[in-house]
Structure formats: structure tokens, C-alpha cells
């Protein structure tokens, strides 16, 4: 009694073990994008029995972060194991929702009808042979016609044989033409399925149990590296005496495999897979190397370094919204900022930046023209932004419209010391900058044991416009970082000097169509037989 028993037991453990898979979609309901991941957050819904029962949940990112991934159930669902997987193999599972598949799937039935069409005409056409046969075999026997009737009979008996063996054989080409067409279906069927197997999207495989079949609501998120956004903005002024209005955008990129339909995005500046271990300080011991070129761009503290080069789904229009600020919350805290975006997006899988509006802003600019002639012979207008840090600007390109045309591209820099945020907003042609040598004040000198090389320089700035402006011109002179090197500074042109930068800084009004120079010299001394390769 007992081995029949226990060999009942065994017996349901294999029937349960062999139990068909519960196959579900997943659908995504929100995302949020970090700079290099995001977290995804979707929803399934299954029937499942009683018992134990093994869950596919399919429409899974392809590549994931297994240690992130949560499941939430009911409570009176148990979730014993999840597994990840892009290779889950079931004779079960039948991808029909595969557009390409669906395709062929829907010619081949087309084409199963034709073939069926043909076989019962084939049929009909070959009865009626038979009986026109038969027919001509009963007048011949009962021969009571005369010749112009038998002839009659031959005429007509030679014409619709002809006739209906003709439609026969045409019956015949066509089918043999349909069964071509039918074996080249049913291998593209094949090989699409071959590639739906290939390119399958990521899969959960879950191993459940309950006491009461119900259906189930299973709650799943997970972080993917395959997704990334980036800041970038729209700069646009009117005029100089204009605050700027500044759209605040974000390009956003995902690669995961599904496509995001309606998803509510949040976009934040953190980033879930650094390292979370607080550092710890190391003895720092120094080493002899190579001199360190101070120049205009890492010397210079007091302004900010620029660079100058050159869909959503179901938006209903609402009177208290009026623009995109209105759809976007902004929440910052001491580690990042997150903006969370009430329009649901379309981000499809394509690897493809994705244009999202996030806030539109008017910034109180000041504004000023900025020159350094030493780097660059133009003059470049600057916005000056203070109290910056209450927009929540993020580094980033930006696009600069100004007076209605397109001026080129800038760099956002908010994470600086400064108290004021300089926004390029482009070169101004006519203001012009020149930078001259004068040979006859500069040249070199050679002594027992040194040599004075002595330098100088004149600064033209004139302002073509038609309008007064105000002008920061920047120039600069050499900081020596060895003993051996002495430098004097002989003439500052009545600029502001920065002894430890070597950086000199003109305050400069114009009036319309004034010009104004300015001369700086200085003396460099060091020993002879040395050369110094940036002088």
C-alpha cells in the first residue's frame, strides 16, 4: 500500500513538474532615466491555478541588472524563485502578436484557401469530363441519328472536352504555382521565427504557489543600463535689454529592447550604479614631472569657461495649462535633481535621442561683451545670470537664438564657485579686437649667465555699433613656477592684475564708433643655455 502510494506521489510530482508555462506581457508604466540607466517599472496580469506554477512574463528589457530586480505580489501569492532570461525555449509558447510572423502566418491561410478552391474545381471540371464521356459512349451505341446530327454531336462533344481539359490543366498550373508559393511561405515562416527567437526580448521566468487560483497582479521593476539622458537647452533673446527665455530640454536615449508607449518619464541627475562607499584619504606624496601651462582658460577664476560652436503622446490642451512648465515637476534634494514629467512619452527602442521638453524658464540677464584677443580676435556677448542656482540647470549644450537668428552653441556650466552664471550668447562682428607686438619695444637681451626677453604688446578694441557697450577685456601675462625664471610685469595698461593668475582685466565703456588702446609689457629672465618651449 505504501509503494502505491508514494509512487502516486511521484507520479503527480512529474504531471506538475510537466505543468504548461502561464505565458503574460508585461506593460511598462513608468520610467525613470538616470544618466547612464534607468529604472523600469511595469505591470502583469495572469490567471494562475492552484499550487505551484511557473509564470514567463515577457516584454522584459534585453539586458538587466539581475541584483535590482523586485517582484510585488498579493499576499496570498507566493513568488518562490525569478529567473532572467533572453532564451526561454517552451513548445507552448506561440508568439502570434510577431508582425512578421502574423504576415506570413495570414498568406499561408490565404493561400490554403486558394488551394482548396482549386481542388473542389478540379473535382467538379473532372465529374463533368466524365459524364460528357460517358454520354458519348450511350449515343454512339444508340445510333438512330443521321450523319448531320452525329456530326453535330462530334462538333460539340470535340469543343467542350476541349474546353473543360484546358480549364483542368489551368487548374493544375495554378496549384502547382500555389504550392511554390506555400513552401516559400512556410520557410519564411521559419526563419522569421528563427529570428523572433534570436532578437526575443528579455523574459521573467517566475515560480509561484497559492492556495486559491486567482488572478494575480504581479508589480516588477528593475534598472537597465541600456538608457541614458543628457540637458541641453534653447537660448533665446530679443535684444540686450531682454531677459533671456530659456527652454530647458532633455535628449533621451534607450536601447532596451521595448519600445516605451505612454510612459510617464522622470529624469533624474543621480546615478544608481556608483559607488556608494564614502572615500578615504590616502598619503599624498609629491613627484617631480612636467611644469604645469597656465593659460586663459584654467587660470582665469573670475569667469566661468565658455565654449562656442557653431513625441509626446495624448496631450489634451488645458486654459490652466499654458506651457510645458505647467507638466513638469521639479524635486531636488542634497544628493540630485529629478524632474517629473505629467505628459506621457513615446521613447521607442532605437537607440535614438528622443526631444523632451521639460521646463520653460525666463532668466534676469545682464549683459556685457567679453574679449580675449590673446585666444580670439571677435568679442563675444555675455548674459550675465545671478542667483542661478534656483533654476536647477544641469551642464549641458545649449542653442542660442538671438535678435531671431540662430547664433550657434554654448556650454552650461552651473557647477562653478561663482555667484554669477556668464552665458555666451555668441560673437559680435562689429566690435572688432586686435592684438599687435611692437618689435621695436620688444627683443632680446643676453647677459654672462641669462637672458632678458622683453615683450609687449598693443590692444585695439573698437565698437562699431551703433549703441554704447560696456566691454571685460582679458589679456594676460606669464607665472613663472621655477626659481630660476623671474618675470616683471613692466607696463599693466591700467588694468586690474592678478598676481597669483598673471591675469589682466579691463572694465571698458564705449560710446558708438569710439576706439581705445591699451599697452601691457613685460620682462622674462632666466638662464641661457635653457629653453622655455611655451614662452
Known sequence: MKKILVTTLLLLSVIGLAQKPIFTAAKIKNATVYSNSAELIHSASVSIPSGT????????????????????????????????????????????????IKKVRDSIILVQKELGKIANEKVSYSKTIDLLDKNQTVAGENSGLNVSEL????????????????????????????????????????????????????????????????????????????????????????????????LYK?????????????????????????????????????????????????ADTQLNEVVITGSVSGIKKDKARASISDYTTISENQLNVSFDIDIPYDILSNGKAHSVALKDLKLPATYKYYAVPK????????????????????????NIIFEGMYVGKTNINPNQTSDTLNLSMGRDKKIAVNRDKIADKSGTKFFSSYKEQTFTYE????????????????????????????????????????????????????????????????????????VISNL
Open 53 to 100: 506554477s511557473e509564470v514567463v512574463i515577457k516584454n522584459i528589457a534585453d539586458y538587466i541588472n539581475e541584483n535590482t530586480i523586485q517582484i510585488g505580489a498579493p499576499a496570498n501569492v507566493t513568488v518562490l524563485s525569478v529567473q532572467f532570461t533572453r532564451n526561454f525555449i517552451s513548445e507552448y509558447e506561440v508568439d502570434e502578436t510577431n508582425p512578421a
Open 151 to 246: 456530326m453535330k454531336l462530334v462538333d460539340y462533344y470535340r469543343t467542350k472536352r476541349n474546353e473543360l481539359s484546358n480549364t483542368v490543366n489551368t487548374l493544375y498550373e495554378k496549384e502547382t504555382k500555389l504550392n511554390e508559393k506555400l513552401t516559400r511561405l512556410n520557410s519564411k515562416l521559419e526563419l522569421n521565427t528563427q529570428k523572433a527567437e534570436k532578437s526575443s526580448q528579455g523574459k521573467l521566468v517566475l515560480q509561484v504557489m497559492t492556495d486559491v487560483a486567482s488572478s494575480v497582479n504581479f508589480d516588477i521593476n528593475y534598472i537597465t543600463n541600456n538608457a541614458s539622458w543628457t540637458p541641453f537647452y534653447d537660448l533665446r533673446a530679443d535684444n540686450i535689454n531682454s531677459p533671456i527665455n530659456l
Open 250 to 298: 532633455a535628449k533621451v536615449v534607450q536601447n532596451t529592447g521595448i519600445d516605451w508607449k505612454k510612459v510617464k518619464l522622470t529624469l533624474s541627475s543621480g546615478n544608481p550604479n556608483q559607488n556608494n562607499t564614502a572615500p578615504i584619504l590616502q598619503a599624498w606624496f609629491l613627484r617631480y614631472g612636467n611644469n604645469v601651462n597656465y593659460d586663459y582658460k584654467n
Open 375 to 398: 585666444a580670439e580676435k571677435e568679442a563675444f556677448l555675455l548674459a550675465e545670470i545671478k542667483e542661478y542656482s534656483k533654476f536647477n540647470l544641469l551642464p549641458g549644450e545649449a
Open 459 to 530: 590692444i585695439t578694441v573698437k565698437n562699431n555699433k551703433k549703441e554704447a557697450i560696456e566691454l571685460l577685456l582679458k589679456d594676460q601675462y606669464p607665472i613663472s613656477t621655477d626659481k630660476e625664471i623671474t618675470i616683471e610685469l613692466t607696463d599693466n595698461g591700467k588694468a586690474k592684475v592678478n598676481a597669483e593668475t598673471g591675469i589682466l582685466t579691463w572694465d571698458i565703456k564705449l560710446s558708438a564708433g569710439e576706439s581705445k588702446k591699451y599697452r601691457i609689457s613685460y620682462k622674462v629672465k632666466y638662464p641661457k643655455d635653457k
